[in-house]
């Protein structure tokens, strides 16, 4: 659906455009100003000319996309922009996420990026923005998609890895480099304090977050141990990038899961070839996305990837106006 020339935020080619402040939000084609929600490969692109971000948030795209200009801020911290006035707000995506508050002569909006509402001891919880149109993440927008507590997943991948112990088996769970792994190793450490293995890219991610002082379990590069090692027992952290790699032979006996929302649909985990599905997300479920919507109080949403579909159908019957826009945007891996 096409933007009204007065929106806010619009929807053009190089993607979420404020023209009262003249910077784009997560755009996937460069332009000179740009309001980076997290770093996620979809959200944070190179080829900006100037990128504002939280503080911390600030080494996590330092990592992802080396040396760049940067402008960071406190969260909550209004700046200017144009004749806009923006701030910051805790997401709860991953360390450093943020909603884009945007206000122009009393009228607010705000774009979500992604976001969840579960805890999630790596990150700042999200915050609930009051404002007139809300831009909300549709990845998980399907009634059928309710989380489990994930400190009882955690507690099961422990009793999977223990499992695998017995048959002389590694377990090899399949996450996102950036805020899946690093929350999967912090909720381990209630349950377990045997050091964790992780794959290169894994572990790079994991200092960046220790380096900004959130606690995680003890890690071990797989780089870093002997290569005639057993590994049977022991959990092994990797990007599905990994699967089917020449890296993964060096484990002779080994059983292969994925921490991922989409493994509440267990015909995902069949498709995919893996002996063990865990549902953790990084992204609001169902209950979450809605709840989330009527919090801000928003009398107009407009929802961007995922399943657009049915949260506008659905706000729509509970009277609230809904739209979509179609964006460059990705889901969960």
């Known amino acids: 659906m096409a933007a009204a020339s007065n929106d806010l935020i619009q929807l053009r080619p190089e993607g979420l455009y404020c023209p009262a402040g003249d910077f784009h939000i997560d755009p996937w084609r460069p332009v000179p100003r740009a309001v980076i929600t997290h770093g996620h490969g979809d959200h944070a692109r190179t080829g900006m000319g100037a990128y504002h971000t939280t503080r911390i948030g600030l080494p996590i795209l ?39 508050r945007v206000e122009v002569d009393g009228e607010v909006w705000v774009a979500s990026g992604d976001y969840k509402r579960q805890h999630d001891p790596t990150c700042d919880p999200f915050e609930v923005v009051r404002c007139d149109t809300f831009i909300t993440e549709a990845t998980f927008g399907l009634p059928v998609y309710r989380w489990p507590d994930t400190s009882e997943v955690a507690r099961d991948i422990v009793a999977w890895r223990d499992r695998c112990a017995e048959r002389g088996e590694a377990a090899i769970l399949y996450c996102y480099a950036l805020g899946k792994a690093q929350r999967v190793l912090a909720e381990l450490a209630v349950h377990t304090d045997e050091p964790v293995l992780l794959h290169g890219a894994v572990a790079t991610g994991v200092e960046v977050y220790r380096r900004a002082g959130v ?74 996305l809605m709840r989330t919507v009527r919090e801000t109080g928003a009398s107009r949403v407009i929802a961007t990837h995922g399943n657009t579909d049915a949260i ?10 809904a739209e979509a826009f179609r964006t460059d945007f990705g889901g969960e891996e």
Request: hydrophobic share 40%; net charge neutral; aromatic share 10%.
């Open 62 to 100: 330092e990592w992802r996309l080396g040396e760049q200009i940067y402008a960071a801020h406190e969260y909550g911290v209004p700046f200017e922009m144009g004749s806009a006035t923006v701030s910051l707000h805790p997401a709860g995506h991953v360390l450093g996420s943020a909603q884009v």
């Open 215 to 288: 606690s995680l379990i003890d890690t071990l590069p797989v780089a870093d141990t002997d290569k005639a090692a057993d590994f049977a027992g022991k959990l092994v952290l990797a990007p599905p990038s990994a699967a089917g790699s020449s890296w993964i032979r060096r484990f002779r006996r080994a059983q292969q899961g994925f921490a991922s929302g989409w493994m509440q649909i267990r015909g995902n985990r069949r498709r995919r070839n893996y002996d063990r599905g865990f549902v953790v997300s990084d992204h609001a479920d169902w209950p979450d």
């Open 312 to 321: 506008i159908r659905a706000l729509r019957e509970d009277g609230i106006a």
